[in-house]
C-alpha cells in the first residue's frame, strides 16, 4: 500500500496532530511538496501533502483562506501540513475553518519536525510499497511460470486469478472461450466476446478496457501472439482497477500465455505437415499407412465417414465476373462483390475458414486434418462433425454478405468451396474429385459453397450455361440456324422435336404438323450440314445439349 496521510499521522518519529479533515485521512500520499507561494496550484499534479509556514499567506484572513483552500482541493492536494512556532505559533483559526469547511485534511507539525523528515518519510514508505509490489510481482511470475508448465493455460489461469482476486478467461484465434478460472466465470467471458471480437480486427498488440453493466466488473483485455494478426486473447476480470503488482501478474501472465502461442503455431506447423502426409497416402490409396503415421493425431478421424472439403481464394474480381455471367443468365442483377466484414481474415479467406474450422473441432473435441496448398485449403471433417457445420455456416456468413446491395465493393480475395459426400479412407480419392467437382461448379455459378450431393440430387441443364458450354453450342447449331434463315426449311425445330421422340418418325412429324417423309428429308439435310450421322448416339447427345444450352438465353 503507498503512505497514507493516517500512515504519516501515526509514524511515531513526526509527532504529526490532525487538525481538520480527520475522515479523509485514508487518502494515499503520491509526494510531500514544499511551497511558501500564495498560489502554489500551478506547480501541483493531485495527490500531494502541501507543507508550509505560511510566510506570504495572511492566515488570519478567512475570504483568503477559503480562496487558498479552494484552490488547493480543486488542484487535487491530498493534505496540508503547516508547521507550528514559525511564523505562527498556532495554526490560526481562519485556515482551519476553511479546511474544515472544503473537507481538507490539516496537519499540525511541531517545531521540532523538520518537513524533510516528513518528505524523507514519504519518500521511504513509496519506495518500500513499490519494492512489495516488484517483490510480489516476481512470485507471481514465478506461481504462473509453474502453474504454466504443470498445468497448462488452465492451471495459469487459476493461478492469475488468485493473485488479482478476480477472474480470467482464454480466447482462441476466433474469439470463442478457450477456458476460464474460476469456473463460474465462464458467462462473464462470453459476454464480452463481441468486445474480443473487435480487439482481434486492431494491430497486434493491442488492449483494450471493458466497463461492465452496473456493478459488475472491470475487464481488461489483451491480446496474445507476436505476428500481425493475434493468435488467441486474455481478459483479466476485476473488481477494481489492477495495483502495481496485480500488473506485473497480468504481464507475465501475456507473455507466458503468448510463449504457449507461438510454441502451439510450431506444433501445429509439424501436425499441417504430418497431415499433409496422411493426405497424399489417402489419396495414394494407402489407409493403412494413413492410419499408421496418423497414429492418434488423426486416427480417430480415419475410422468413420469424413467429408472431402477443397477451398480456393479468388480475386474479387474475377469472383463478380463469374457472379455477373450467372446473373446475366438466369435474368437476375449482378451481384456486388462483398466486404465480408462479419468472417473476415485481414484479406485471408483461406486462412480464415482454417480458424474457424480448427476452433470448431477443438471446442468438439473432434479431430479435424487441415492442409494448406497455395492458393487451396484441403479439410477433412468428420461427417455431420462440428468443424463440417462452421465451414457450412461460414459460407452462408459470405454468401448473405454477397446479397447486401449496401456492401462496398472490394478488391480482396473471396473464397469458394466444393464438399464432397460422406466417405471413408478407402475413397478418400473419389472424395478429392467430388470436392474438386463441387468447387468448379461453385466458382461457375458465383457460388461460396456447393456441396457434390447437391449436383448429384438436381439437374444437369443448369450446368449448361457455362460460356464453354454455349460457344460450343453455337458453333455446332450455328450452320443450321444459318440454313433455316434463307427460309428453306425449319431443321432447329425439326431436330429437337426428333430427338425429344427418340427418333420416332412418326410422333416427332405429328408434333411437327409435317409429313414422316418431310422430316425424314430434314433429317438427312442435317446430316449433310453438319457432316455428322445421327445414328451415332453420342452425336445425338450432343446435339440434344447444344440445343437445351441455346434454349437457356
Known amino acids: 500500500m503507498p503512505p497514507t496521510l493516517a500512515s504519516l499521522v501515526h509514524h511515531s518519529a513526526l509527532k504529526l496532530t490532525v487538525r481538520a479533515g480527520e475522515e479523509r485521512l485514508d487518502v494515499p500520499v503520491r509526494w510531500a511538496h514544499v511551497s511558501e507561494l500564495a498560489d502554489p496550484v500551478p506547480y501541483m499534479e493531485g495527490g500531494e501533502l502541501l507543507l508550509i509556514t505560511a510566510l506570504k499567506l495572511d492566515a488570519e484572513d478567512p475570504e483568503a483562506m477559503s480562496r487558498y483552500v479552494k484552490r488547493l482541493v480543486g488542484a487535487g492536494v491530498v493534505g496540508l501540513g503547516f508547521a507550528v512556532g514559525v511564523n505562527y505559533d498556532e495554526i490560526p483559526e481562519a485556515l482551519v475553518a476553511a479546511a474544515e469547511q472544503e473537507g481538507l485534511p490539516l496537519l499540525e507539525v511541531p517545531r521540532r519536525t523538520p518537513f524533510l523528515a516528513i518528505s524523507k518519510a514519504v519518500s521511504a514508505a513509496i519506495a518500500a510499497d513499490q519494492y ?29 486469478a488468485g493473485q488479482v482476486n478476480g477472474w480470467a478467461a482464454l480466447y482462441d484465434a476466433s474469439g470463442a472461450v478457450v477456458a476460464t478460472a474460476p469456473d463460474w466465470a465462464g458467462r462473464r467471458a462470453a459476454r464480452i466476446t463481441p468486445d474480443v471480437e473487435r480487439l482481434r480486427e486492431r494491430p497486434a498488440p493491442a488492449s483494450s478496457v471493458v466497463g461492465g453493466p452496473e456493478n459488475e466488473d472491470r475487464v481488461e483485455l489483451h491480446t496474445l501472439g507476436t ?67 496418423a497414429g492418434d493425431l488423426y486416427g480417430g478421424l480415419l475410422d468413420a465417414p469424413f467429408r472431402m472439403i ?27 462483390s462483398p466486404a465480408v ?23 468438439a473435441g473432434e479431430a479435424v486434418l487441415v492442409v494448406p496448398e497455395g ?9 455431420g462433425g462440428a468443424a463440417a457445420a462452421a465451414c457450412a455456416d461460414y459460407a452462408s456468413a459470405l454468401e448473405a454478405a454477397r ?35 463441387a468447387l468448379s461448379v461453385a466458382r461457375r455459378r458465383g457460388r461460396v459453397l456447393v456441396e457434390h450431393e447437391q449436383l448429384a440430387a438436381g439437374s444437369v441443364v443448369p450446368l449448361l450455361a457455362d460460356d464453354a458450354v454455349k460457344a460450343f453450342a453455337d458453333g455446332l447449331l450455328r450452320p443450321l440456324y444459318e440454313h433455316d434463315a434463307t427460309g428453306r426449311g425449319d431443321l432447329v425445330a425439326s431436330l429437337r422435336a426428333w430427338l425429344s421422340r427418340h427418333g420416332q418418325w412418326d410422333a416427332a412429324a405429328a ?43
Not at 133 to 156: D, I, N, S
Open 132 to 160: 512489495r509490489a516488484v517483490t510480489a510481482g516476481f512470485a507471481a511470475q514465478r506461481e504462473l511460470t509453474k502453474q504454466a508448465l504443470v498445468a497448462g493455460p488452465e492451471g495459469l489461469l487459476a493461478a492469475l
Open 227 to 293: 505476428g500481425r494478426r493475434p493468435r488467441a486473447a486474455l481478459a483479466v476480470g476485476t473488481a477494481s482497477a489492477l495495483g502495481t503488482a496485480e500488473r506485473y501478474a497480468v504481464h507475465s501472465a501475456i507473455a507466458l500465455l503468448t510463449l504457449t502461442t507461438e510454441r502451439s503455431r510450431s506444433l501445429h506447423a509439424a501436425e499441417q505437415r504430418v497431415g499433409a502426409a496422411v493426405l497424399r497416402m489417402l489419396l495414394a490409396g494407402e489407409p493403412d499407412h494413413a492410419r499408421a503415421v
Open 310 to 336: 477443397v477451398a480456393e481464394s479468388v480475386s474479387a474480381s474475377a469472383a463478380r465476373a463469374h457472379a455477373d455471367a450467372h446473373a446475366q443468365v438466369h435474368g437476375a442483377k449482378p451481384s456486388p
Open 341 to 363: 466484414a462479419a468472417a473476415d481474415a485481414g484479406g485471408d479467406p483461406l486462412g480464415g475458414l482454417a480458424e474457424i474450422v480448427e476452433s470448431a473441432a477443438a471446442r
Open 375 to 383: 492458393e487451396r485449403l484441403v479439410v477433412l471433417a468428420a461427417d
Open 403 to 437: 446479397s447486401v446491395p449496401e456492401q462496398a465493393a472490394t478488391e480482396e480475395d473471396e473464397l469458394v468451396v466444393g464438399l464432397s459426400a460422406p466417405v471413408g479412407p478407402i475413397a478418400a480419392a473419389a472424395a478429392y474429385k467430388q470436392a474438386e467437382q
Open 511 to 553: 408434333d411437327l404438323g409435317v409429313h414422316r417423309h418431310t422430316l425424314r428429308y430434314r433429317m438427312r439435310r442435317v446430316e449433310e450440314i453438319l457432316a455428322r450421322s445421327l445414328d451415332d448416339p453420342d452425336v445425338r447427345m450432343e446435339l440434344w445439349l447444344a440445343l437445351k444450352a441455346t434454349s437457356a438465353d
